[in-house]
């Protein structure tokens, strides 16, 4: 990422020392819209990376892409893309750029229903370090300007904005994370969610005298193969909060959708699996119960016979998060965790149900060229 950065600050250079033509100066200008894009986009080709392999790449990444979506745009004016700009520019662009963010991609939406719905930015940083704390610094300011931005008006037609920040900052993570993830903060709860590869699972728990809890082979059916995620949560209300994996999804654009799955999941997947067994099947379970995001929660609600899991306030708690497999023509996912809040005590209030949903994008190309399950 660093390198990025180097190439996107070339660029203002040239724009700084060039005294020639406007053109050159719209020209700099694109190419450092493009280059922060090209971070985080499957618009990466294989000459483009660098030699780069798919099999290297992920098959699942953040968000779909602004400069894509200009450049279709451009080459099918009759297209139903719509390349969206934020809405009230005047109150939501200057703490935009006092905080050097930019906006790197967005939910992708229809033009039917471009009126209807929400549209999901994404913003990133040119600094390297930037860091979550940094985002929630944004978000303060951010939060004045928003209820005036969803005020409807004559002239205007506004939208909620819904933010999301990409960043590449593996230290936020207990378990460093392997790709770029995203975060989103409501009612004073945090998530951050990241995409782990098969390949890396597996380099990194699929070892020794052990099966990675996410083990599969190639003549397992789509639906009993994963996607797998690594989420962190952090409560900063004064409230528990609960989380039930079995409540979070996958949406793709054909309206399929694909379940949570929790650690008995995992242990049915096992007993399909015939060369799954022994020693190995129950170190990998035991490997299960430490990583999994359920497992490192805590009892916040018992009841007889029964009880729920969640996190403190004031805590953070992370972890993996497996999902049925996507099927191989999805193209736009949305990743659905819902997060139950707790009322405050001796209220009359009831549970609220708050949807963390975030975007990404899915490569058939690069799913088929990924390398075949190894033990390492």
């Known amino acids: 990422m660093k390198w990025f950065f180097k190439q996107t600050k070339s660029c203002q250079n ?111 940083s040119p600094e390297y370090i930037y860091s979550p704390d940094d985002w929630n610094q944004f978000l303060t300011e951010w939060r004045e300007v928003e209820p005036v931005i969803e005020l409807p008006t004559e002239d205007e037609n506004r939208k909620v904005v819904d933010v999301v920040f990409v ?31 098969r390949t890396d699972l597996d ?43 079995k409540k979070c999804e996958i949406a793709d654009q054909g309206e399929n959708y694909y379940p949570g799955l929790d650690y008995e999941d995992l242990e049915d997947r096992f007993v399909t699996m015939s060369r799954a067994s022994g020693l190995y099947v129950k170190h990998g379970l035991e490997k299960a119960r430490q990583i999994l995001l359920e497992k490192r929660m805590h009892v916040v609600e018992k009841q007889v016979g029964f009880h729920r899991v969640g996190i403190k306030p004031g805590e953070s708690v992370e972890g993996f998060v497996p999902f049925r497999q996507v099927k191989l023509n999805a193209i736009d996912l949305l990743v659905i965790l819902p997060i139950e809040k707790s009322p405050p005590p001796g209220g009359a209030q009831r549970y609220q149900t708050l949807e963390f949903n975030f975007p990404f994008t899915h490569s058939r190309s690069i799913r088929i060229a990924q390398p075949s399950p190894q033990r390492y």
Request: glycine content about 6%; proline content about 5%.
């Open 203 to 245: 380099r990194k728990y699929n070892r020794g005298n052990a099966y990675s809890p996410f083990y599969e082979t190639e003549a397992l059916r789509q639906g009993d193969k994963t996607d797998v995620f690594y989420v962190k949560i952090t409560n900063n209300r004064k409230e528990y909060i609960l989380f039930d994996v």
């Open 167 to 197: 960043s590449d900052f593996p230290e936020e993570f207990d378990i460093q994370a392997r790709q770029p993830f995203l975060t989103k903060t409501l009612d004073d709860i945090t998530v951050s969610i990241c995409y782990w590869r």
């Open 14 to 124: 040239l724009r700084r020392n060039s005294s020639g033509s406007k053109r050159i100066m719209g020209l700099s200008r694109t190419l450092f819209v493009l280059n922060i894009g090209m971070l985080f986009l499957l618009g990466f080709t294989i000459l483009g990376c660098g030699g780069q392999s798919l099999q290297s790449m992920s098959p699942i990444q953040p968000v779909q892409n602004i400069t894509d979506a200009q450049m279709e745009k451009e080459n099918n004016p009759n297209s139903e893309v719509i390349v969206p700009a934020i809405p009230s520019a005047k109150l939501a662009q200057p703490i935009i750029d006092k905080h050097g963010l930019q906006t790197v991609g967005f939910r992708l939406v229809k033009i039917p229903d471009a009126n209807a719905k929400a549209l999901t930015y994404v913003f990133a």
